[in-house]
């Protein structure tokens, strides 16, 4: 059974528009993260958040929030979405800090 | 700002052959250090650790880390088609946000 769920697996969306990228863990680990990878910059580190609260934030933009209804859930929301906000977008979870990082098998986003 | 640079950018060994795969990180306080390994498709999943100066040994694969030349390396023995993937270095202080820079990169190719 898959340990990191991200759903869903492939999302099109439309210039301005808004989404929701979902993720849940079952490794029992209290550190979550989110990642985008692309082209440009292969894999980029984004959001950290342990025990539901926001640890890090390395994205510029307001248009990602990241959701924390659960201890084991990390949703992504993106507003005003942008052709460049195309990319596949990682979870991945962790013990704590200084532990391995595990992966989801990512949403692949395409902005039209 | 942490910088992990990788080298090669990509690199192709014959089956049973050694790959080397190169990784400087620019943040003397770094700690923590991973080998992660992507297969077209696929989340990242991490190979190996490494959290002390020298060699660790795991199977066909061994890591050594120098952190005074600010340097950590991989090393796949006897390489085999299925170790052609995406890898990438990880890098992290192990303090603050949890946040692990990757490197950009090296693209392994084993050809039969």
């Known amino acids: 059974d898959p340990k990191i769920i991200q759903k869903p697996k492939y999302l099109v969306a439309v210039t301005g528009s808004e989404k929701i990228l979902i993720c849940e863990q079952y490794l029992g680990h209290n550190a979550m993260y989110w990642y985008r990878q692309s082209a440009k910059k292969p894999l980029e580190f984004m959001f950290s958040?342990?025990?539901?609260?926001?640890?890090d934030n390395q994205t510029a933009s307001s248009r990602f929030q990241p959701q924390s209804s659960k201890k084991n859930h990390l949703d992504l929301q993106i507003t005003a979405l942008k052709p460049d906000d195309s990319a596949t977008y990682f979870c991945a979870s962790s013990g704590q800090g200084a532990d391995t990082q595990y992966f989801g098998p990512g949403t692949r986003l395409l902005v039209l | 700002q942490q910088k992990v640079q990788q080298s090669p950018e990509s690199l192709i060994v014959p089956e049973g052959g050694m790959a080397s795969l190169n990784c400087t990180f620019s943040?003397?306080?770094?700690?923590y250090f991973w080998w992660y390994r992507q297969h077209s498709g696929e989340g990242p999943k991490a190979l190996m650790?490494?959290?002390?100066?020298g060699d660790k040994k795991e199977g066909r694969f061994t890591a050594h880390l120098n952190k005074a030349s600010l340097y950590v390396s991989l090393h796949i023995k006897d390489s085999q088609p299925s170790d052609s993937a995406l890898y990438f270095c990880a890098v992290s202080s192990g303090t603050g946000g949890y946040k692990v820079v990757f490197g950009s990169g090296t693209r392994l190719l084993v050809s039969p």
């Open positions: 650790s490494i959290f002390s100066n």
């Open positions: 958040y342990s025990y539901q609260k926001l640890m």
């Open positions: 943040d003397r306080n770094s700690q």
